[in-house]
């Protein structure tokens, strides 16, 4: 069994509806009960800013301030994480548009948000993920990349450092500009650092795509089958360094087409994730609205799975409304698959009820207007 991060303790100031709250955990589950537009959301949300990035609703900065306060919003937890003990703070100064939060872990203010990687990671699911498979594919590109940055932190690098140069390429090509040496050097950049996201990705799905057959048997959810499209397919078998070679020599070929179309055509910034129920072989866009939920929950249990085995220690989960549309049954065994994780869930609902099936395995907390209590 991994070993379990756990949160201890949570403060939120001035975060969406919350002026104040804090909250003590005891290291089991956490529900999260309440009327809709209590704040559950929101909770979970203070929760998943413990990692690199936006969120789990990607939201501007400012806008997680509370509407009302004087300067910015602050969250401060203590975990037993991933090193041992660590306490995190994080918040932004004032409430005004701003690209970076500040963040500090046991007092010493962090470089840069990957830090948070080497303490937790935290996976979530929430109802905004619904139409993953049916919605863009840049949402599924996005679903992906999280996944790997989940086991492999410098992904996130990677891929900002590759849409910069991308950037670039495009300006140039915008300007008019097509001065040979220019675009080979971005050209080169951009080869290296996409062929690495491609790999990085095609990686993770074998990864997964193995976990998922192994554990197939015991799943009460229908199994996944994962791949990549749209860009180098059927050639990830091919030594990376010709990979490399025939991307920079096919952004050289084609600056006149991308000129023309005003961005970049072929890359990783157009890679498509395909999802197939394996059991139906149906491409996940025509299951029904309950399949593709039930594959989605899989496909994040399986991962959270692999972070464990791979890592050695459990991924905190995030899952929001993961218990509604489903009968007690399946209620209940979702919550063995939970628990058998061995890591620490977050879990919301309009109705304690519903999570009865968790039993002494979880704290329930009650959610309203911006208040939280046990
Ligand atoms: N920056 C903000 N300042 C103050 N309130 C905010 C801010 N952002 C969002 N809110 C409010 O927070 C409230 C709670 O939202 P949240 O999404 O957490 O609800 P919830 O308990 O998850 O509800 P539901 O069950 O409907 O999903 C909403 O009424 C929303 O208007």
Redesign the pocket.
């Known amino acids: 069994m991994p070993h379990k991060v756990s949160l201890s303790r949570l403060k939120l100031t001035d975060f ?2 919350y002026a104040a709250a804090a909250l003590t955990l005891d290291g089991r589950h956490a529900v999260l009960t ?1 009327d ?7 909770l979970m949300e203070a929760v998943s800013l413990l990692s690199p990035g936006r969120g789990l609703r990607r939201a501007a900065y400012g ?5 009302g306060a004087a300067g910015g919003f602050s969250i401060f937890a203590a975990l037993d994480g991933m090193e041992g003990d660590v306490e995190i703070g994080t918040g932004i100064e004032t409430s005004e548009e701003t690209t970076a939060r500040r963040l500090r872990i046991n007092g010493t203010t962090a470089k840069t948000a990957d830090e948070l990687t080497d303490h937790l990671r935290l996976l979530w699911l929430t109802p905004a993920m619904d139409g993953l498979f049916t919605g863009a594919s840049s949402d599924r590109r996005r679903f992906l990349d999280r996944l790997v940055l989940s086991l492999d932190p410098a992904h996130g690098r990677r891929a900002s450092d590759f849409e910069r140069a991308m950037r670039s390429r495009n300006k140039l090509l915008d300007e008019g500009r097509f001065d040979p040496s220019w675009h080979a050097g971005i050209e080169e950049q951009m080869a290296s650092l996409g062929i690495a996201m491609a790999l990085a990705r095609q990686e993770m799905l074998g990864l997964l795509t193995r976990l998922i057959e192994e554990s197939r048997e015991s799943s009460p959810f229908p199994s996944a089958s994962l791949q990549l499209s749209g860009f180098l397919d059927g050639q990830f078998s091919r030594p990376s360094v010709d990979l490399e070679d025939d991307y920079a020599a096919m952004l050289a070929e084609s600056r006149y087409r991308d000129a023309g179309a005003g961005r970049t055509l072929e890359g990783p910034h157009r890679a498509d994730l395909i999802v197939h129920h394996r059991e139906k072989a149906m491409e996940a866009e025509r299951c029904s609205t309950g399949e593709q939920k039930a594959l989605l929950v899989g496909l994040v249990l399986a991962h959270a799975r692999l972070v464990g085995n791979l890592t050695g220690h459990a991924p905190i989960l995030l899952l929001d409304e993961i218990a509604a549309h489903l009968d007690e049954g399946r209620r209940a065994a979702l919550f063995d698959l939970i628990d058998g994780l061995g890591g620490q869930a977050f879990m ?1 609902g ?1 109705d304690r009820a519903m999570f009865s099936a968790l039993g002494d395995r979880a704290q329930f907390f009650t ?1 309203a207007d911006g208040r939280v209590f046990e």
């Open positions: 969406r509806n309440g809709n537009g209590a704040g559950k959301t929101n806008d997680i301030t509370r509407v919301t309009t959610v």
